[in-house]
């Protein structure tokens, strides 16, 4: 079975702009998580979708969105890119919400010039 | 607040020998934690996961051990190989529908074994 997928997975950026990432989560896998990964702040949960709707939302501000998709694959939006905004952005799937085990992609290195 | 703590940032240990990483928590309410293994430009690999309701769980050469009251686990790797060189996270969820889908992770932990 193909494991999660992540694009782009490299993306540079200037203050300012706003990126959509994708993730195609593992096949049969309905619930996507997305985490942003920092040296300072480390993994942080950014928020989850299962069946088309964000059923849990981290600590962020506004700039951070996402959705979900019929066939599960997801999408996450940051408008209006400040230099903090350079990170790790990981997704990880699971068979349902509340199944705790995730199984995470290779993430997308995005940098904020 | 950092409710789950990896106090070791890196371990260096000669291959053959055990591997022990640790990981503290605070919340009394997480139920499930994980390990998982992040090699550099690749994405957290799931190792191995505990219930709050067991004290032990084996696969292989990996081995958590959790100790509720001291609020404390530890992932054992027996025998430690060179391509076990990596940074190992410590996860842990919480049950109910507000926490659904969210890991807290650990610092994490980088492993190092000498050939």
């Known amino acids: 079975k193909a494991g999660v997928t992540q694009t782009p997975r490299y993306l540079i950026k200037t203050r300012g702009q706003q990126v959509t990432l994708s993730c195609s989560p593992i096949s049969g896998h309905r619930s996507v998580s997305w985490y942003q990964q920092t040296p300072g702040q480390g993994l942080q949960f950014l928020f989850e979708y299962f069946s088309e709707t964000q059923r849990n939302k981290g600590n962020f501000p506004g700039r951070f969105s996402g959705r979900q998709f019929s066939n599960s694959r997801s999408e996450m939006n940051v408008s209006t890119l400040e230099l903090g905004d350079s990170a790790l952005y990981l997704c990880?799937?699971?068979?349902?919400?509340?199944?705790?085990?995730?199984?995470f992609g290779p993430g997308t290195r995005l940098l904020v010039l | 607040d950092q409710q789950v703590k990896q106090n070791s940032p890196s371990l260096s240990v000669q291959e053959g020998r055990i591997s022990i990483l640790n990981c503290d928590y605070t919340n009394s309410m997480f139920d499930y934690f994980l390990w998982y293994k992040k090699y550099p430009a690749e994405g957290p690999t799931f190792l191995i996961s505990i219930s709050s309701i067991k004290d032990k769980n084996e696969d292989g050469r990996f081995t958590v051990f959790l100790n509720k009251s001291a609020k404390h686990l530890s992932l054992h790797i027996v025998p430690s190989q060179p391509g076990d060189s990596a940074v190992y996270f410590c996860a842990a969820s919480k049950p109910g529908s507000s926490n659904t889908g969210k890991l807290i992770f650990g610092q994490g932990t980088t492993l190092q074994v000498k050939p």
């Open positions: 990880a799937s699971s068979p349902s919400t509340g199944e705790q085990t995730q199984y």
